[in-house]
C-alpha cells in the first residue's frame, strides 16, 4: 500500500511511496484509511518543533474502517467506522484513574510499536497513527467507533483539530453565557475554538489573526468581531473600556501571542493556553502582576477531557446543527498531492485540507 514518508526532519517533501504495515498482533487494529486531515502539528513533527524520530510517516488526524482485529480487542470489529486516535485513553494508566484521561501518555509507548516498513527500515506513524498512509495498524484502544452517518472526513477532523478547540472553550475554559471571549489565531483549532465560544453562549467573540481571509471565514463560524493583531488593544478599549475579556485563547503556541492574550483577558479573568510551542520557547510575566491581576491561566491538551466523551458531544452538536463541521473543509487533495497540502498550510491558503485516501 501507498504511504507518505518524511525522510529526515527538516525536510519539507513528502515522498508517497509502496511501504508495509508491520506490528500486527494481539492488542492491535489494521484500519485502511480513507480520510486524514492535515493539522499544523504535523508541520511542527516534520520540521522538528515537535520531536519525533525519522524516517516517519506523518499525519495523526484520521478516520477509517477497522480491517482486522488482534486477539483480545472486542470494542470494534471489522467494517466499524473509526476515528484513528493519537492520543487515546488507556484507562489503566494513574492519569486515567484520577479522571485526566486526555493526559494519558500511553500514547507514547505506541512509537515503541512502528506500523511501517521501507525495505529493511522499520518507521513508525506519527504519534503512533501515520494517517498518511492507505493503511495503518494501530494499537486497539486507539480506534474509538463513531456513528456511521458521520462522514469520514468529519470524523478526521475530530481526530485532533475539532476536539483540541471545541474542547478548550467547553471541558477546560468552560465558557459561561453572556460572557465577553478573544480568540488569537484562526486556524482549524482557532476557529474551533470560536465555534466551542459560541455553542457555550458567548456574548462576545473577538477573533484575532493578521490574515484577512481567515478573520472574514471567523465571523461566518460565530464570531461577532475579527481583527488584525495590532487592532486587539483598540477593540478591547472599545469593547471592554480596558477592562479586558472574561476569556482570552491562545491558539498559535508563541510567547508573544500568549503575552497577547494574557494582556487581553481582565483581571480575574481566564487565559487558556491551546497553542503548542517549542520547548525552547517560554513566556515573560511578572509574578507580581499575575498574583495582583489574579488572572487564571489554563493550559488545554487535547480539549481538556475524555476524548471520548468530546467526540461524543461534538457529533451530537454537528447533529443538531449548532456547530459547522463541513465548511471547515476548504481543500481537498488526494494522497499522491499530499505535497500541496502542506503549501496550502504553510501559506495560509487553507483552513484545512483533508487528504482523500481512500
Not at 77 to 93: Q, S, T
Amino acid at each position: 500500500m501507498r504511504a507518505a514518508v518524511l525522510h529526515r526532519t527538516g525536510d519539507k517533501t513528502l515522498e508517497v511511496k509502496e511501504l508495509a504495515t508491520t506490528s500486527f498482533g494481539p492488542g492491535r487494529v489494521r484500519v485502511k484509511v480513507h480520510k486524514a486531515g492535515l493539522c499544523r502539528s504535523d508541520l511542527s513533527a516534520m520540521n522538528g518543533v515537535f520531536p519525533h524520530p525519522a524516517p516517519f510517516v506523518p499525519g495523526h488526524e484520521g478516520a477509517g474502517e477497522v480491517v482486522e482485529c488482534g486477539e483480545g480487542v472486542t470494542h470494534v470489529k471489522p467494517g466499524d467506522r473509526v476515528i484513528i486516535c493519537w492520543m487515546p485513553p488507556c484507562d489503566e494508566c494513574p492519569a486515567c484513574k484520577a479522571g485526566d484521561s486526555h493526559l494519558c501518555r500511553s500514547g507514547y509507548a505506541n512509537l515503541a510499536k512502528p506500523g511501517f516498513q521501507d525495505g529493511e527500515t522499520i518507521l513508525p506513524g506519527m504519534f503512533g497513527a501515520g494517517t498518511f498512509a492507505e493503511e495503518t495498524v494501530i494499537a486497539g484502544y486507539a480506534a474509538i467507533p463513531v456513528p456511521n452517518d458521520v462522514p469520514y472526513e468529519i470524523a478526521a477532523l475530530m481526530g485532533c483539530g475539532v476536539t483540541t478547540g471545541i474542547g478548550a472553550a467547553l471541558n477546560t475554559a468552560k465558557v459561561r453565557p453572556g460572557s465577553s471571549v478573544v480568540v488569537i489565531g484562526l486556524g482549524g483549532v482557532g476557529i474551533s475554538i470560536v465555534q466551542g465560544a459560541k455553542v457555550a453562549g458567548a456574548a462576545r467573540i473577538v477573533a484575532v489573526d493578521p490574515t484577512a481571509n481567515r478573520r472574514e471565514l471567523a465571523l461566518k463560524f460565530g464570531a461577532t468581531d475579527a481583527v488584525a493583531a495590532e487592532d486587539l488593544d483598540p477593540v478591547k478599549q472599545r469593547l471592554t473600556s480596558g477592562f479586558g475579556f472574561d476569556y482570552a485563547f491562545e491558539a498559535v503556541g508563541r510567547p508573544v501571542t500568549f503575552r497577547a492574550a494574557y494582556d487581553a483577558a481582565r483581571p480575574g479573568g481566564t487565559v487558556c493556553l491551546v497553542g503548542v510551542g517549542a520547548r525552547t520557547e517560554a513566556p515573560e510575566l511578572s509574578m507580581l502582576k499575575m498574583v495582583s491581576s489574579e488572572k487564571k491561566i489554563l493550559p488545554s491538551f487535547y480539549g481538556g477531557g475524555d476524548v471520548r466523551r468530546t467526540f461524543g458531544t461534538i457529533i451530537d452538536l454537528w447533529r443538531a446543527g449548532r456547530i459547522d463541521l463541513d465548511s471547515m473543509i476548504t481543500h481537498h487533495v488526494p494522497l499522491a498531492d499530499v505535497n500541496e497540502a502542506v503549501r496550502q498550510m504553510e501559506t495560509g491558503e487553507a483552513l484545512r485540507t483533508v487528504i482523500d485516501i481512500a
